[in-house]
């Protein structure tokens, strides 16, 4: 070759750096670049007499200055921070909502069974029973309110759902594109790298990575990346890119889930714990953990209270002498079939008022294998022990047949709760109808001797004969003459329609002081649906009656009974209260919410950091490329020197030979 080959080669090699070199400087704020460098080599030394002569240089290769380790460490951090973020976003809205002191349900139920209080105070007053009424409203319209709003940002979680998926679909649709260029590009050099296209890769790869959590897998053959989400889902393979879809869950049509579309466009709905990662999984989480919890939990309240609520208004009496009738309105709990079952109707399943404190806020799967019924909790996936028939009670809820002929492998979803407070109503409309009192009255005889005394009786049950004329003539069936004997160690009961000739039911009853009167059934297997306790020491031939409060307008015990409700623990296994039910909820999305914000923040931290590692490995620092041009600059000038020095001894030579 010679010296100007030498020289040449130093002046192609300086230039390529210094091309290199401004494309570090013109892409320095460009997303996802990495910063390159030329590496040089020696050209194959000449052997001659005098030994091995260099010949100058080249460019091997342009390199891509790329840390693997600290790019998979960015996207896990990532990831996790796009999915955090995603969830706070959410479940602030629910907190802010519940734990706000205005808008949230605690003032609504302080204001309700304020109302009650002022009727036991005034049972009698027309205006205190109209602000019970009206603060009853507003406790309905609180119910609604808030359901209402974790129904919409229910909808919004379904519309992002929808946004996310398509984003997906077009970045998996960009990565395959890019995949097959990178192959193309590398079909002309096998030795050197399309630095640009694996940068412009890397960028799709991160910000797919950022809805939902992808791991890759590079290809040996041909370096094409393979991009897969959940338990090894595929979504980009080489130049083959996979469909997400956001479609209606098979269960419940109005939950939108993601679903992968397989051969001939048939989608395939995915299990919500395949999405993690990324704002996709944050969101999903979010609807899974945090908001059916919300909106079950605050139905459970609705539900509950209303059942409690009914339960003792219709135990009470009137101002026109009637018994109560239910306070508020609810719904049934919610059954739907799946889209793919092949028997036919729907199960009925039911609040059961005996064990209602037992409800859960969780969902359930009923299924049938064809032999036997499955039930599992969604909320813990606990499987209930399989029955092979309907009926079943479990957990607050009563499952019976009804018009379900299931096939084989058939399920429903049962929500309980999930509609309670959407659809609580109040169904008294009419102050007078309030049933503040109680429509048994006693009496001791006048005559009595003794110091026997007779409590006012609690009412337990008015579905029963003795109370199944009430409405019409206001009286027990039958008034109820208690009569002790001689000695007064028993007593005989007497059915005292007619008090002149009262007619005996039983007698010789042993007398126990303070104890139920009537703990169990008495004649012909008559439950009196009342419970009264005679105390003391009464007289041989002392009497006290039981009968229907007639013109008892100005009782109040049922009214303190349902005001009692607001302290008693009729919740979660009989431990909570409806405002200590209430504030565990809030409690619970509170800590959540800390709990996504700290983890947030801590990964968002940690992909800075990383982040700042992969900018000082693979980042242009401006300074060292100015640095570089200036030493590409200078080779550049070296090399053209040579070239002159060369042309110069060349002129000389060629100058002796003349």
Request: net charge negative; aromatic share 6%; hydrophobic share 40%.
């Amino acid at each position: 070759m010679g010296i100007f080959s030498v020289g040449i080669t130093g002046l192609n090699a300086a230039q390529v750096g210094l091309t290199t070199t401004g494309h570090n400087i013109s892409n320095a704020s460009t997303p996802g670049y990495n910063r390159q460098l030329i590496v040089q080599g020696t050209n194959v030394s000449l052997f001659t007499g005098a030994g091995f002569v260099g010949q100058g240089t080249h460019v091997q290769t342009v390199k891509r200055v790329y840390d693997e380790f600290l790019g998979r460490q960015m996207l896990g951090a990532e990831t996790v921070a796009a999915e955090m973020d995603g969830y706070l976003k959410e479940i602030r809205q629910i907190d802010n909502l519940f734990a706000d002191p205005n808008s949230g349900l605690s003032p609504a139920l302080a204001d309700f069974f304020r109302g009650v209080q002022e009727v036991a105070a005034n049972p009698a007053s027309i205006p205190a029973r109209q602000s019970m009424l009206s603060m009853g409203q507003a406790l309905v319209a609180r119910f609604q309110a808030l359901d209402q709003r974790l129904r919409e940002i229910r909808d919004g979680v379904n519309s992002q759902v929808i946004s996310q998926v398509t984003q997906i679909n077009a970045y998996a649709n960009e990565l395959a594109k890019i995949n097959q260029q990178i192959v193309i590009a590398r079909s002309g050099s096998l030795r050197h790298e399309p630095n640009d296209l694996l940068d412009q890769r890397e960028r799709i790869i991160r910000e797919l990575n950022k809805m939902i959590r992808v791991t890759t897998v590079t290809q040996g053959d041909d370096g094409q990346v393979n991009a897969f989400f959940g338990n090894g889902l595929p979504l980009v393979v080489g130049s083959q890119a996979y469909q997400l879809a956001a479609t209606a869950s098979q269960d419940d049509i109005e939950r939108i889930v993601v679903g992968l579309v397989g051969v001939g466009g048939t989608v395939i709905n995915l299990p919500e714990s395949q999405i993690t990662g990324g704002t996709l999984g944050g969101l999903v989480g979010f609807r899974e953990e945090t908001l059916d919890m919300a909106q079950n939990s605050l139905g459970r309240i609705a539900l509950t209270l209303a059942q409690n609520f009914n339960d003792q208004h219709r135990l009470g009496m009137d101002l026109a002498g009637d018994l109560g009738t239910d306070f508020f309105g609810v719904s049934d709990p919610v059954v739907k079939p799946a889209a793919t079952n092949g028997g036919s109707g729907a199960p009925d399943v039911s609040i059961d008022a005996a064990t209602i404190s037992s409800l859960t806020a969780s969902d359930y799967r009923l299924g049938f294998d064809g032999v036997q019924y499955t039930l599992t909790r969604l909320a813990d996936n606990y499987a209930f022990p399989p029955f092979g028939s309907l009926p079943q009670t479990v957990d607050g809820i009563t499952i019976s047949a009804g018009t379900w002929a299931p096939a084989a492998f058939d399920s429903v979803l049962i929500q309980p709760t999930r509609t309670g407070a959407r659809n609580i109503s109040l169904e008294i409309a009419d102050p007078r109808l309030i049933a503040a009192a109680a429509p048994v009255r006693t009496a001791a005889a006048l005559a009595n001797a003794g110091t026997g005394s007779i409590d006012a009786g609690i009412v337990i049950d008015t579905t029963t004969p003795a109370f199944a004329a009430f409405n019409t003539t206001g009286e027990l069936t039958p008034p109820v003459r208690i009569v002790f004997g001689s000695p007064p160690t028993t007593y005989s009961v007497y059915d005292n329609t007619n008090p002149l000739a009262p007619i005996l039911l039983q007698s010789g009853i042993p007398y126990t002081p303070g104890a139920d009167v009537f703990p169990t059934p008495l004649p012909l297997n008559l439950d009196y649906g009342y419970r009264v306790k005679i105390s003391g020491a009464p007289a041989a031939g002392d009497s006290f009656t039981i009968n229907g409060n007639e013109n008892g307008v100005s009782d109040n015990r049922n009214a303190q009974w349902l005001g009692a409700l607001q302290t008693a623990a009729r919740m979660i296994g009989d431990t909570a209260t409806y405002q200590s039910a209430y504030s565990q909820i809030v409690s619970a999305i509170g800590s959540k919410t800390r709990e996504i914000e700290t983890i947030g923040k801590a990964q968002q931290s940690l992909a800075e950091q990383t982040e700042n590692r992969m900018q000082s490995v693979s980042g242009v620092n401006l300074d060292e490329e100015a640095a570089n041009l200036l030493r590409y600059q200078q080779a550049y000038q070296a090399a053209a020197k040579i070239l002159a020095t060369a042309a110069k001894i060349f002129d000389e030579i060629i100058a002796l030979g003349r």
